[in-house]
């Protein structure tokens, strides 16, 4: 996926170097390697960090991409991601939002074009 936009880059994880793999794969985005390759991923030149928190509340992620909607649910099937319910159309009609929970219940909108 071509990521546009990314937020927030602080995410709750009970496992994370899972979640790290989940967003690496799911989102394409880069790994810092070195030290922090487990728990950091970027965008934008801006590291996603994961803190593991086994009793944080889930948060809502949002992920604006480039892509269009055929392309992102063709993705979504390559990587076998489930979305948690289904994909709605934005308020000014020129979006698609999808809808999916990471591995640690963490929401995720996935905003791309119609």
């Not at 546009?4 to 394409?28: M, W």
């Not at 070195?34 to 944080?56: C, K, M, W």
């Not at 159309?89 to 929401?107: A, K, P, W």
Request: hydrophobic letters at 40%.
């Amino acid at each position: 996926m071509r990521v546009r936009k990314f937020s927030p880059l602080q995410i709750p994880a009970k496992n994370v170097p899972n979640a790290v793999r989940f967003y690496r794969e799911v989102f394409d985005l880069p790994t810092e390697f070195g030290i922090n390759e487990s728990r950091h991923l970027y965008f934008d030149q801006h590291a996603i960090v994961f803190t593991e928190d086994p009793a944080a509340e889930p948060i809502t992620v949002q992920v604006v991409v480039r892509d269009h909607r055929e392309s992102v649910e063709n993705h979504f099937i390559n990587y076998e991601v489930k979305e948690s319910k289904p994909a709605a159309e934005s308020d000014d009609g020129r979006h698609i939002i999808f809808y999916l929970d990471d591995i640690d219940g963490n929401h995720i909108e996935v905003i791309a074009n119609k």
